[in-house]
């Protein structure tokens, strides 16, 4: 099983940024494709953003174009989600998932994902 490792959650302000990490270890991110899920209390956990481990594409959820930026830095074997104007129904639990190359087809399926980590609560309040 691929273990993998979020952090840079916090509490922020509305209208602020962050920048949340998915770091591997024990094996390299560069051939897997990253999802980004999240989940808020009591809803289902949605699909936010996926970058494949094949060609680097990237691929954003309908709802959430415009706000996020995934990315990869290779040199820390992490792929990061950049997060800007954050408002407070982006409060929720992120999470990031693998998958073998390319973004599944259904991206957005988390059953596509085997390997998840456990979670950074992000919270935007005022």
């Known amino acids: 099983q691929l273990q993998l490792v979020e952090s840079g959650g916090g509490l922020v302000q509305p209208g602020g940024s962050l920048r949340l990490s998915c770091a591997a270890s024990?094996?390299?991110?560069?051939?897997?494709?990253i999802g980004w899920f999240r989940q808020a209390p009591g809803m289902e956990r949605e699909g936010v953003s996926c970058i494949s481990g094949s060609d680097g594409s990237t691929y954003y959820a309908d709802s959430l174009k415009g706000r996020f930026t995934i990315s990869r830095d290779n040199a820390k074997n992490t792929v990061n989600l950049q997060i800007f104007s954050l408002k407070p129904e982006d409060t929720a639990v992120y999470y990031c998932?693998?998958?073998?190359?390319?973004?599944?087809?259904?991206?957005?399926?988390?059953?596509?994902?085997?390997?998840w980590g456990q979670g950074t609560q992000v919270t935007v309040s005022s």
């Open positions: 998932a693998a998958f073998p190359r390319g973004c599944p087809a259904a991206p957005w399926d988390t059953r596509e994902y085997d390997d």
């Open positions: 024990g094996f390299t991110l560069d051939y897997y494709a």
